[in-house]
C-alpha cells in the first residue's frame, strides 16, 4: 500500500482498533503514522508473560508520567489522557506480543480489554488509536487492513 493511502486509513479513526501486523509492515506504518501526524509508539512485551511486567513495558516504552501506577486503571487513565503527549492521533506497535498471549491469556484479554476502551473513548472524540500487535498471534485479531 502506498505511504499516502496508508496515511489516509491511520487517520480514519472509524476503522482504528487492534490488530495484527506483519513485523516487516512496521517501517511502513511508522513512516505513514509520521507522515500524516500521527505519534507511532513501539512497546516491547519481550521478557513479559505476566500482566505486571507488561504494564510497566508499557509505562517505560510510551514515557508515561510518574503517577503511572502500573495497573490497568491506570493504564486506561494514561492511555485515554495523553494531554502530556498530543497528537492528532496514535499508533501503537506492540512488540513480542505473542509472550503475553501464549503465556497468560487472561492477561492478554484483560490488557486488550484496556486497549480496546482507550480507542474507543478517542474514536467519540474523532481522534484515531491503533494497537497493531507485531505477531498473527491470536486468530481472534483480524488482520490489518493497510497489510
Do not use: Q
Not at 498471549?101 to 486488550?112: E, L
Not at 472524540?125 to 498471534?137: E, F, G, K, Q, T
Amino acid at each position: 500500500m502506498k505511504r499516502e493511502r496508508l496515511a489516509a486509513l491511520l487517520k480514519d479513526c472509524r476503522r482504528a482498533g487492534i490488530y495484527s501486523l506483519a513485523g516487516s509492515s512496521r517501517p511502513a506504518i511508522r513512516a505513514a503514522a509520521e507522515g500524516a501526524g500521527l505519534s507511532c509508539c513501539e512497546v516491547s512485551f519481550d521478557d513479559a508473560t505476566g500482566v505486571e511486567p507488561v504494564l510497566a513495558a508499557i509505562g517505560r516504552d510510551l514515557r508515561f508520567p510518574a503517577w503511572y501506577g502500573a495497573n490497568l486503571d491506570a493504564l486506561k487513565d494514561c492511555l485515554t489522557d495523553l494531554s502530556w503527549h498530543p497528537a492528532t492521533g496514535y499508533v501503537l506497535l506492540v512488540v513480542h506480543a505473542e509472550r503475553l498471549c501464549a503465556g497468560n491469556p487472561a492477561g492478554w484479554a484483560m490488557v486488550n480489554e484496556v486497549f480496546a476502551e482507550a480507542i474507543a473513548e478517542w474514536r467519540e472524540r474523532d481522534v484515531p488509536m491503533w494497537v497493531l500487535h507485531s505477531a498473527d498471534i491470536d486468530p481472534l485479531l483480524a488482520r490489518f487492513p493497510g497489510a
